[in-house]
C-alpha cells in the first residue's frame, strides 16, 4: 500500500503530481470557463461578497496564506488568514457579506470546526476545502469544494498541501470569473499553466537525488532557516514546520525582508538558510531583493541553500547549493518550490532514524480544542 517507498510519507510526496491534476480534474471545460456547479451557491450571493477570510491550522494555514497572494489579486476582494483557533477569540467582524473559506485535510480539525461554526452564527456564508469526503467541516458548511488527493496517511501533509493550494486558486478564479472583473482574459491562461503543473513536480521528482543527498548529509543540523518573500513566504514556514515535525529539529519561517529586522542576527558561521527565490521573470524587484537577502546572509557565514528558477544564474555566486525548479508564474511557484523541501526534510529524518510517518506528540487530526 506504500506503493514501494518506504514511507507513506515518501509515497505521498509521489503523488503529488497526480493529487494536483486530480484536483484540477473535470472543474473547467475547454474553453477556459470554471465550472463549479458541485458548489451549490448562489452566484448572487458570491458576487456579493466583500471580504474572505480563510481560516485553518497549520500546513492548511500555509495554503491559505499562498491563496490569499492569488485570491486578492484575481478578485480583488480584500482576503484575511487567520488561524482557526484565534479567529474566535477576537470578537472579528464577521457578517453576511463576509465569505469564509476553511481548510482542512481531515475536515476534522476542532479548532476549525469550531471557528466555521461561529463564523456561521455570525451570519457568514462558508465554503470548505477539505480533502476528506463527508467529514465534519464540509458537511456543516454552506459549500464544499473537495482536493481530490486521495487519503493522506502520514502524518505531515504534503499532497494535501498542494491540493489545497491548487482547490484555493480555482475558487479564486471562479469568484474572479463571477464577478466580471479585468482579470478574466487571464483565467484560461492560467488554467492552462496550472494544466502543466503535475508534470513539473514530476520533473522535480525525477531528479530528487541531490536534494536528499544533501537533507542525509545535515542530520546534524541544529537548527535551519528558511526564507522567502511574497508566495514564497509561507512556502518558507511550510519548509520550517516539516523540519519541525519530522526531524525534531528547530527551524523557522521567515519573510526575507523581515531579515535586518532582527532575525540577521542569528546568523553565524555554518547556519544553514534555505532561501525560496521568486522569479526573475515575475513582477517589480522581487527577484532582486531576495538575491540581496542571499548575500546578506552569506556575508555572515551563512551556509545558503537556494531554490530558484531553471536558468536562474544570479543565485548561483551566493548559493552553496542551488536547486532549480522549472519556470512557472509566480503565483504557481510554491506548487513547485515546496517540494524540494518536503523531500529535504523526509530525507534527514529518515538518516536521522525517525519514523516519518509518525512523528512523536503528534496525531493526524486533530480533534481536540
Ligand atoms: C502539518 C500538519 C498539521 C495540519 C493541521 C491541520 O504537516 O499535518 O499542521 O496541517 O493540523 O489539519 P487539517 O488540514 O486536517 O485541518
Request: aromatic share 6%; charged share 25%; with cysteine.
Amino acid at each position: 500500500e506504500k506503493g514501494g517507498f518506504p514511507s507513506f510519507m515518501e509515497k505521498e510526496i509521489h503523488d503529488q503530481p497526480d493529487a494536483v491534476l486530480q484536483t484540477l480534474l473535470g472543474r473547467s471545460d475547454i474553453d477556459g470557463k470554471l465550472t463549479l456547479d458541485e458548489l451549490r451557491i448562489d452566484p448572487a450571493l458570491l458576487k456579493s461578497v466583500n471580504k474572505i477570510i480563510v481560516l485553518a491550522c497549520g500546513t492548511s494555514a500555509y495554503a491559505g496564506q499562498v491563496a490569499k497572494y492569488a485570491i486578492e489579486h484575481w478578485c480583488r476582494i480584500p482576503t484575511e488568514v487567520e488561524l482557526s483557533h484565534e479567529f474566535r477569540y477576537r470578537d472579528p467582524i464577521v457578517d453576511a457579506n463576509t465569505l469564509i473559506v476553511s481548510i482542512s485535510q481531515s475536515g476534522e480539525t476542532m479548532d476549525t470546526l469550531m471557528a466555521v461554526r461561529y463564523a456561521k452564527e455570525q451570519g457568514a456564508k462558508t465554503v470548505s476545502i477539505c480533502n476528506t469526503n463527508g467529514s465534519t467541516i464540509p458537511r456543516e458548511s454552506d459549500a464544499v469544494l473537495y482536493t481530490h488527493a486521495g487519503p493522506e496517511i502520514a502524518v505531515a501533509s504534503t499532497k494535501a498541501f498542494l491540493a489545497q493550494i491548487t482547490a484555493a486558486y480555482l475558487l479564486g478564479l471562479y469568484l474572479a470569473q463571477l464577478r466580471g472583473n479585468k482579470f478574466q482574459g487571464e483565467i484560461k491562461d492560467i488554467l492552462a499553466d496550472l494544466g502543466k503543473i503535475p508534470a513539473k513536480i514530476q520533473e522535480i521528482l525525477d531528479n530528487e537525488e541531490p536534494i536528499k543527498e544533501l537533507g542525509r548529509s545535515m542530520a546534524d543540523a541544529k537548527s535551519v532557516l528558511f526564507l522567502g518573500r511574497h508566495v514564497g513566504y509561507p512556502v518558507a514556514m511550510e519548509g520550517a514546520l516539516k523540519l519541525k515535525e519530522l526531524a525534531y529539529i528547530h527551524a523557522e519561517g521567515f519573510a526575507a525582508g523581515e531579515l535586518k529586522h532582527g532575525p540577521i542576527a542569528l546568523i553565524e558561521e555554518g547556519q544553514p538558510v534555505f532561501v525560496v527565490v521568486p522569479s526573475p521573470r515575475g513582477r517589480d524587484s522581487l527577484h532582486a531583493k531576495v538575491v540581496s537577502n542571499i548575500q546578506e546572509v552569506r556575508a555572515r557565514g551563512a551556509k545558503t541553500i537556494v531554490i530558484a528558477e531553471e536558468g536562474d544564474e544570479a543565485v548561483t555566486a551566493y548559493a552553496e547549493h542551488v536547486f532549480y525548479i522549472p519556470e512557472s508564474p509566480t503565483l504557481l511557484a510554491p506548487l513547485l518550490a515546496t517540494v524540494p523541501l518536503q523531500i529535504f526534510a523526509l530525507a534527514l529524518a529518515s538518516a536521522k532514524g525517525y519514523d516519518v510517518d509518525q512523528p512523536r506528540n503528534l496525531a493526524k487530526s486533530v480533534t481536540v480544542e
